[in-house]
């Protein structure tokens, strides 16, 4: 099956099970659009970084599901991601997350054109609220990372196939801001030794430790259905040689109801194996079921 058919199967798994499951989310529950969107690492997040926030919108007890998949297509590389997060009673998270990074040209030596890494994450919300009190939503979450390919990993000089990262979240829903607006403010913090996210290995020979990464993102809302807002997320610099591009990008979100929600964004990458101007159109949709 090739990858253009994977990402069609996919987005209609995703819709069926929207349309048979989507009950518990829509019928009772938070606020549109405060249970985040799968991110491209699987957890409850905006596109390219992680919120407080967790999977699902329904305020009754028990489990709530999200399931996502996004495409971003840059000069090149085709970057893909399908994943899956339930929270427990608006209290902790699971997620499974798959990768892909295909690329288009050849690296040459028998090395593979296509990267491949599945991510298992955990988040706990240690306190506050996303819209009430006086302290905001902040959330710990930890993700393990395996690369099944890495050979092209390993001739770049990365140190392991294999990873963690551990990152912290705060964010906050203020309501009736600035313009008489709703504005998301989200920021982090991370360790992690990873290599675009892990698809190039982890750390360096020779270069084990690990980097302290801040990620930022924020929204407006322009009515409960609209929102245009950016991501910025630092990355490590560990590969020798080898030049490691900070992530941005700005998005617009639609969310025309608790079950479904579309973001389209322009993603700029930088360099990539150092390949110079990696940016291009980034498209994700998450299931509330």
Request: without cysteine.
């Given at each position: 099956m090739s990858g253009q058919q994977r990402r069609g199967a996919t987005a209609g798994l995703i819709m069926a099970l929207m349309a048979g499951h989507g009950a518990h989310a829509a019928d009772e529950g938070r606020l549109l659009a405060t249970g985040g969107l799968v991110g491209i690492e699987g957890s409850a997040a905006g596109a390219l970084v992680p919120m407080a926030v967790l999977a699902g919108l329904s305020t009754d007890p028990g489990w709530d599901w999200i399931a996502g998949a996004s495409h971003l297509g840059l000069g090149d590389f085709a970057f893909d991601s399908v994943g899956i997060a339930a929270s427990f009673d608006d209290r902790f998270e699971l997620s499974l997350a798959e990768q892909r990074l295909g690329l288009d040209f050849d690296p040459g030596a028998g090395l593979p054109r296509r990267l491949r890494q599945t991510i298992v994450g955990a988040k706990l919300k240690l306190g506050g609220d996303l819209i009430f009190g006086h302290l905001p939503q902040v959330s710990a979450g930890l993700q393990w990372k395996q690369n099944h390919d890495d050979a092209l990993a390993d001739a770049l000089g990365a140190d392991q196939d294999h990873g963690l990262d551990a990152y912290v979240s705060v964010s906050r829903l203020l309501?009736?801001?600035?313009?008489?607006?709703?504005?998301l403010f989200n920021g982090g913090a991370r360790l992690s030794r990873a290599n675009e996210t892990g698809l190039l290995g982890f750390g360096a020979r020779g270069d084990q430790g690990y980097d302290l990464l801040g990620e930022v993102s924020t929204a407006v809302f322009f009515d409960p259905h609209w929102a245009l807002g950016m991501?910025?997320?630092?990355?490590?610099q560990h590969l020798p040689g080898i030049d490691e591009s900070d992530w941005r990008d700005v998005f617009v979100a639609w969310f025309p109801n608790q079950r479904f929600n579309l973001v389209v964004a322009y993603a700029d990458l930088g360099t990539i194996a150092n390949r110079r101007d990696q940016d291009g159109l980034f498209v994700s949709m998450t299931g509330n079921f």
């Open positions: 309501l009736d801001g600035p313009f008489h607006r709703n504005w991501e910025y997320r630092q990355k490590s």
